[in-house]
């Protein structure tokens, strides 16, 4: 018996209501985000209108954690099945990876100052936590916030590919707060909420191969005034935060990449369907079909990793082990499909403005942000 896989529905983890969510997710993405795709990859940032249409429509302000969070993966999902890596990448910085530390770890001050504008696309968030030395090893960082009399800090240092960096109001970031000399790697250092209007915050474009979209900066912190109240948890204890958000940013970038492949598996047989290559559709050749038949298959083994995995975290139970493999084996299988779906299209696939090639670009980079898939393997391997 044949069923339509591309119109996933009920299983294991997720009900008829979700099925009847998912339709009306979908409408709205196609209504909000579908029509300016394009003219957004160009202007290399979602527009402001863009921003608050998300937010009208409700799709900014998801459940982070419990039984609605897998609303949450459904709509990362079908986020991902929009195709431009660029879009679903900001989105997820603002609407989670960034406001994730003010939902865990936030005064209640901070979340009633950022998070209903967040949700409503008026404050965009970042997350500035790489420094040119500071990637896969973020012991390593050197911006530093020394501590001032009567409270606050002074910040000086830099970011780098920051996505939302020219356009974010506010960014939450990771420095040194330790007073010694020696800033003592992540032991030493706190996450704070910089609003990008103090004076000493500025931003660079830092444009990429691909996720053209995501408006990817570096950012300059230069003896940056951040006041006592912007510390977000506990001083010095950034490391006990990172951990646990560091996992819930692997299962949210895990679930974006599932929903790109399934895009990219479309647009790849959609064409072998209508191509014709000898006389007859490419689809036609085994060759062909197996090569899709192997994507397919591992496209339904992730796909259905990662809704374990988002139920997993809905039950306050994700695991480094859970989120990594997540995280790696889907980011991995968005390249090997974007580089079969560019390979079949031939020559056309190449150009520059082809969907297949921005499929390819965007993939190039699943593997390297939210934790390269080196560190993942090592993250299992531990793990396992
Ligand atoms: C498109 C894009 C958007 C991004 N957006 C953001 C953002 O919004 N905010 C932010 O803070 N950061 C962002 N980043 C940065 C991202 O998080 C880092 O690129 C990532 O953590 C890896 O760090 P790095 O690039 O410095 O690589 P490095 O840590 O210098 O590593 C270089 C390479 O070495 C290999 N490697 C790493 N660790 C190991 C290991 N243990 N064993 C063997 N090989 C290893 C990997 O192949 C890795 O790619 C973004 C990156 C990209 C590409």
Same mark, same amino acid.
């Given at each position: ?28 993405? $196609?209504?909000?985000?579908?029509? $300016? ?6 202007? $290399? ?23 609605? +969070? ?23 910085? %603002? ?7 003010? $939902?865990? +770890? ?18 965009? @968030? ?87 979209? @995501? ?5 300059? +912190? ?18 006990? %935060? ?28 959609? +064409? ?17 079909? %197996? ?12 796909? %259905? ?32 499909? @974007? ?17 297949? @090639? ?27």
């Amino acid at each position: 018996m044949k069923t339509d896989r591309t119109e996933p529905g009920p299983d294991a983890y997720l009900s008829a209501d979700h099925a009847g969510f998912r339709k009306h997710v979908r409408d709205l993405l $196609h209504g909000v985000v579908s029509p $300016h795709a394009d003219e957004w990859e160009s202007a $290399h940032r979602i527009a402001r209108d863009g921003w608050l249409a998300l937010g009208e429509s409700g799709l900014l302000s998801l459940e982070h954690d419990g039984a609605d +969070f897998l609303r949450s993966a459904i709509f990362l999902e079908e986020l991902g099945r929009l195709g431009y890596g660029g879009i679903r990448a900001s989105v997820a910085v %603002h609407a989670y990876m960034a406001v994730s530390y003010l $939902h865990l +770890f936030g005064t209640q001050e901070q979340q009633e100052r950022y998070l209903p504008a967040a949700r409503q696309g008026q404050l965009i @968030a970042a997350l500035a936590l790489t420094e040119d030395t500071a990637g896969s090893d973020l012991r390593r960082l050197s911006t530093r916030a020394t501590p001032v009399d009567g409270g606050g800090y002074r910040l000086t240092g830099e970011k780098l590919y920051v996505a939302n960096g020219s356009q974010a109001d506010f960014l939450i970031t990771l420095a040194t707060t330790r007073e010694t000399q020696d800033n003592g790697g992540l032991a030493g250092a706190s996450l704070l909420a910089v609003d990008v209007n103090a004076s000493g915050v500025s931003s660079t474009p830092e444009p990429m191969l691909g996720w053209h979209s @995501a408006d990817i900066c570096r950012v300059r +912190f230069t003896d940056v005034a951040v006041p006592a109240d912007r510390l977000v948890g506990r001083r010095d204890k950034a490391l006990l %935060h990172l951990v646990r958000a560091l996992d819930f940013e692997r299962l949210v970038a895990g679930l974006l990449a599932v929903g790109g492949v399934r895009h990219c598996l479309g647009l790849l047989k959609d +064409f072998v369907r209508e191509h014709q290559v000898k006389g007859a559709p490419l689809g036609t050749h085994q060759a062909v079909r %197996h090569r899709i038949a192997d994507l397919e298959s591992s496209y339904d083994l992730v796909r %259905h990793y990662g809704y374990r995995a988002a139920w997993l975290h809905s039950q306050g139970r994700l695991d480094t082990h859970t989120a990594s493999v997540l995280k790696l084996q889907a980011t991995e299988l968005a390249v090997t499909a @974007a580089q079969t779906c560019l390979q079949f299209h031939g020559a056309r696939g190449y150009a520059a403005d082809a969907a297949a @090639a921005r499929l390819y670009r965007d993939a190039m980079a699943g593997p390297i942000a939210a934790g390269a898939s080196e560190l993942l393997r090592d993250l299992v391997y531990e793990t396992a």
